[in-house]
């Protein structure tokens, strides 16, 4: 009978400390994972474009304004009476006008060399660019 008590002691000493091990190290390999995903796709949108227009740090805050701004304008779309009458052409059309909103609006923060790739970009991906 003690050795079935101290093999069971053993084994929960050793679940106890396996358990400690990993709550020391589960949270800096989550950190170290964490920074290099991204998991918004308005940050993923940014920082794609920080990329391929070489944007300054204004100019990636400035997107990141409007795409929060785009997103609001979104939300209260739907939020709408009219969203349930109008789901289809309606909503549709009123979402692609708040997506050209903010296209100009990331026009405007742009210098003169990235709105020629920006409008490349824009071509690139048809009609319109994937929106988060």
């Known amino acids: 009978m003690n050795r079935v008590r101290a093999w069971l002691l053993l ?14 190290v589960a949270p800096d390999v989550v950190n170290a994972v964490s920074t290099e995903m991204v998991w ?3 940050e993923h949108f940014v920082r794609e474009y920080v990329e391929k227009l070489s944007l300054t740090p204004e100019q990636a805050d400035a997107m990141r304004m409007i795409l929060v701004a785009r997103d609001q304008e979104k939300i209260a ?4 009476p009219e969203a ?3 789901l289809h052409a ?16 990331i026009h405007f923060i742009l210098d003169e060399q990235q709105r020629k790739r920006f ?3 824009l071509d ?3 009609d319109r660019w994937p929106r988060p």
Request: proline share 0%.
């Open 11 to 24: 084994v929960a000493m050793s679940c106890f400390g396996a358990g400690v091990a990993v709550g020391l």
């Open 40 to 42: 918004d796709a308005d």
């Open 77 to 80: 779309l739907f939020k709408s």
């Open 119 to 121: 409008a490349e970009l």
């Open 90 to 105: 309606g909503l549709r059309r009123q979402l692609n006008d708040v997506n050209e909103r903010a296209d100009e609006r």
């Open 124 to 126: 690139q991906k048809g």
């Open 84 to 86: 349930a009458q109008n």
